[in-house]
Every structure is written in C-alpha cells, then in structure tokens.
C-alpha cells in the first residue's frame, strides 16, 4: 500500500509547472515519509509549504532550511539541512496544532 501512495505522490509533485525550483519533485519521498510520521496530509504540508515559502522557495527559506517560517524571537528559525528542516516543519505541526479536536 505505501508504494502505490507514495508513487500517487511523487506523480502528484512531479513536474509542477508553479514549482519552478523542483523542490516537491526532489523531496516527494520524504514529505512522504514525514506526513506518515507525524500524521499529516501531504497536500496540506506541501501547501503550507507553498503557502510560506513561495512555490519557488524564497531564498530566506532556502538558507535556514525553513520552509513554513517558523520563528523564534522574531527570527527565522536556522536548520541544519532540507531533511532537518522538513522534519522540524511536520514535527512542530503535529505536536503544537494536531490536537485532539483540531
């Protein structure tokens, strides 16, 4: 069952004509992974993603590796690599806004 959703989501994020870094079609796999971690809708995390950083990640996002602007004291939060920085995204979505109830 993961390969036929993982493969409708790699199909989904390849070639997007508004992603004009390729960034969902390199990192489809691990959005993936990560929403099945963390329990979240993949479309959701690439839209908030898309939504934060711009389709072509704003270079601010690029740099900290910080795709839906997390802040701390009024900064942008400073991750260590994409992998790093999309965990922490899917991470901090399920453990401060996933609740029970929504």
């Given at each position: ?6 493969q ?8 997007l ?17 990560l ?68």
């Amino acid at each position: 069952m993961r390969k036929n959703i993982l493969q409708y989501i790699k199909k989904m994020l390849t070639n997007l004509k508004q992603d004009t870094s390729g960034f969902f079609e390199q990192n489809s796999e691990l959005i993936y992974d990560l929403c099945e971690k963390y329990q979240i809708n993949e479309i959701f995390f690439c839209g908030l993603i898309a939504g934060e950083s711009g389709w072509n990640i704003a270079s601010n996002h690029r740099s900290t590796y910080n795709y839906i602007s997390l802040m701390y004291k009024g900064k942008l939060k400073q991750f260590k690599s994409v992998e790093d920085g999309l965990e922490q995204a899917a991470k901090a979505l399920h453990n401060n806004y996933l609740t029970e109830g929504g």
